[in-house]
């Protein structure tokens, strides 16, 4: 084929050439819908062009509530005090807690009470009011919750309406029930016994022989012997040790025809110790050298009290002082005053407040219980020495369970132990 627009077969098409100065056409963009449809067509994956979605944290696993709760009136006690007791879920969060919820009529609000560490197992409310009722809640409370910063706590289990009451015994004091029976029985048995004729032996404290010395003495210088019963009424055991000895000493006075004063702070101790010395004049065969006068009252103040008997002692100088009773702050005013007039003094007081100035200032001086066995011994009288003696016997049983308590605890046994402890 010849001519214009023709080609030669076999040969490369030839295209016109691009005029000078002619501008380049751009090339055509394809949309990009075009695209995305390509990218389909040839099986690219079409979840690379999807959004992820938001993957939230797994919520934490719900806390399981105690069980068993229960709310009661804290048996033998004498009222004021509610006890709860629970068990704890199997599994608690690390830092978790027990709250305890209380609520009270009319309202019934729930107020927050206490929060006790997981194993207690039990809590105490001292302060309920007794009579009054109340109910209780109680929840396992864990921390706050990092993820989510929601307080986590349990399903809340409330118990029924309780109140607080007085109690007529208390429980876990059995053994001292028990104790105090015994030695009941003891001193009981041993007043019979001494009632009965049996002679009770009490050993002689040194103190008494300072007596019949004391008494002799005055008898010999024909001076006169001074007992005070201290200051206090008849209501006190001491006072009554001191009116049993009085007895004892006016029958010594008696039988030797010594001179004795008895000046009296207390109206009843005064009338007590006049009958007590009137009694022992009788029982010597004595009764004329007794004197209304030898036993006296001289005021119900204490000190104007201490002072008259002090400057009576300064005055007479008696041979002999007896300090036996209770005392205050006059202890020490009275002993030393009888200290300066070169009397033997002979003290006797179970409080141990005083004690350091009876020793310091007196000649003897009975100590603590010494009294009390120096009134039996010198009275002999059935309940005096029946007592002490239970007393006693009750000490030694009480010393012989000790020594045995040390004994099985060293070898691992606390048995005897357990059986004396109290709640």
């Known amino acids: ?74 048996p033998g006690d004498t009222g004021g005090a509610v006890l709860l007791t629970w068990k704890d879920p199997p599994t608690l969060p690390d830092g978790a807690a027990i709250e305890i919820l209380r609520s009270e009529p009319p309202a019934y609000e729930w107020s927050s009470l206490a929060l ?81 004729g049996h002679e009770i032996f009490i050993r002689r404290i040194s103190g008494l022989n300072a007596v019949d010395e004391a008494i002799g003495r005055a008898t010999e210088l024909g001076k006169k012997v001074f007992f005070i019963p201290g200051i206090q009424s008849m209501d006190d055991i001491q006072t009554i040790a001191s009116i049993a000895i009085l007895g004892f000493v006016a029958r010594s006075t008696a039988r030797y025809g010594t001179d004795l004063d008895v000046p009296n702070k207390d109206p009843i101790t005064f009338v007590s110790a006049r009958e007590a010395v009137r009694g022992a004049y009788l029982a010597e065969g004595r009764p004329d050298l007794f004197r209304e006068e030898m036993v006296n009252y ?21 041979a002999a002082i007896f ?58 009288e059935p309940v005096l020495l029946g007592s002490t003696r239970g007393q006693d016997i009750a000490k030694g049983i009480l010393i012989l369970l000790g020594l045995a308590g040390v004994a099985l605890a060293s070898f691992g046994n606390t048995w005897l132990s357990s059986v004396m402890k109290t709640q």
Do not use: H
């Open 116 to 196: 006790v560490k997981p194993g207690a197992g039990k809590y105490e409310d001292a302060t309920a009011a007794d009579g009054k009722l109340y109910r209780y809640e109680i929840r396992v409370q864990a921390p706050v919750d990092a993820a989510t910063g929601a307080a986590r706590v349990s399903p809340p289990v409330v118990s029924d309406s309780v109140s607080a009451r007085d109690n007529w015994f208390r429980t876990g004091r059995e053994n001292s029930l028990i104790a105090s029976i015994l030695f009941v029985a003891i001193v009981l048995i041993s007043i019979a016994w001494a009632r009965s």
């Open 298 to 318: 001289v005021t119900y103040d204490q000190f104007a009290y201490t002072a008259a008997v002090s400057a009576r002692m300064v005055r007479e100088k008696p």
């Open 323 to 380: 300090l036996i009773g209770y005392f205050f702050a006059e202890s020490l005013i009275l002993a030393e005053t009888g200290q300066s007039t070169g009397a033997i003094q002979i003290a006797g007081q179970a409080d141990p407040t005083q004690l350091p100035f009876f020793v310091a200032t007196c000649d003897y001086v009975l100590i603590g219980e010494e009294l009390y066995a120096a009134s039996a011994y010198l009275s002999r």
């Open 1 to 74: 084929m010849t001519g214009r627009g023709k080609r030669r077969a076999g040969t490369a098409p030839v295209f016109p050439a691009r005029r000078r100065g002619a501008a380049a056409r751009p090339a055509p963009k394809l949309p990009l819908l075009l695209l995305l449809a390509a990218a389909l067509a040839s099986g690219f994956p079409a979840a690379a062009f999807a959004i992820a979605p938001e993957i939230s944290p797994p919520a934490p696993p719900p806390i399981e509530p105690p069980t068993s709760f229960t709310a009661l009136d804290r």
